[in-house]
């Protein structure tokens, strides 16, 4: 009987790790909820004051009475890694310095070079200078700045939002999780680039 009693409670607590360990997986939701906050902040509230930080919710405690898989749990993970719900750190003061930047950049040079169709969206989480032709060669130079300027800020950003939820591991799932944000939320008319790198327009 007794053998049978540890039997059940190493299952028991190989399954409740088995399923704390899920939460460690780049929590896919969580992160598009955070690129479409962002980039809705930069598209469509450029000039706006930013919404404010939300508050860390503090953990709910039931003091006594915590029930006896809750007690094991505690015991054999730590509680950083049993939250019910995973969420995604994307307010750092990097990530709001590069907010403002390319807010700045789709009020002026950047959100004209979208609107003529000279660069757009790729499927990587990027912009490109797509038809350099529509540019005046007097501006190429400045518009290949613009766009090297933003590239720079968007690797900087989904690296930023790894390192601040301390799994730099993320950052490609994060790329390309706001790569299809941008996409979403590109304006009519704007070009981006289809999973096959050819070129659409919104």
Not at 45 to 65: E, I, L, R, S, V
Request: charged fraction near 20%; hydrophobic fraction near 40%; aromatic fraction near 8%.
């Amino acid at each position: 009987m007794r053998k049978l009693v540890y039997v059940i409670l190493t299952s028991l607590a190989v399954a409740l790790v088995g399923c704390v360990t899920i939460n460690v997986y780049f929590p896919e939701a969580a992160a598009q909820k955070a690129a479409d906050q962002f980039i809705g902040n930069v598209l469509d509230d450029a000039g706006q004051t930013p919404a404010p930080k939300p508050q860390p919710q503090k953990p709910a405690t039931d003091g006594h009475g915590q029930p006896p898989a809750a007690m094991l749990l505690d015991l054999l993970i730590p509680s950083a890694y049993a939250a019910d719900t995973p969420n995604l750190r994307i307010q750092t003061s990097t990530t709001e310095a590069i907010s403002e930047r390319t807010r700045e950049r789709f009020q002026g040079a950047l959100g004209a070079l979208l609107d003529s169709g000279a660069v757009g969206f790729t499927n990587d989480g990027m912009v490109a200078m797509r038809d350099a032709a529509k540019v005046p060669l007097s501006q190429r130079a400045q518009a290949n700045a613009t766009v090297a300027d933003e590239n720079r800020d968007r690797t900087a950003l989904y690296r930023e939002i790894a390192n601040a939820n301390s799994h730099p591991e993320w950052e490609p799932q994060i790329r390309a999780t706001f790569a299809k944000g941008w996409i979403e939320k590109a304006h009519a008319g704007w070009y981006y680039q289809d999973a096959a790198g050819t070129w659409q327009k919104k």
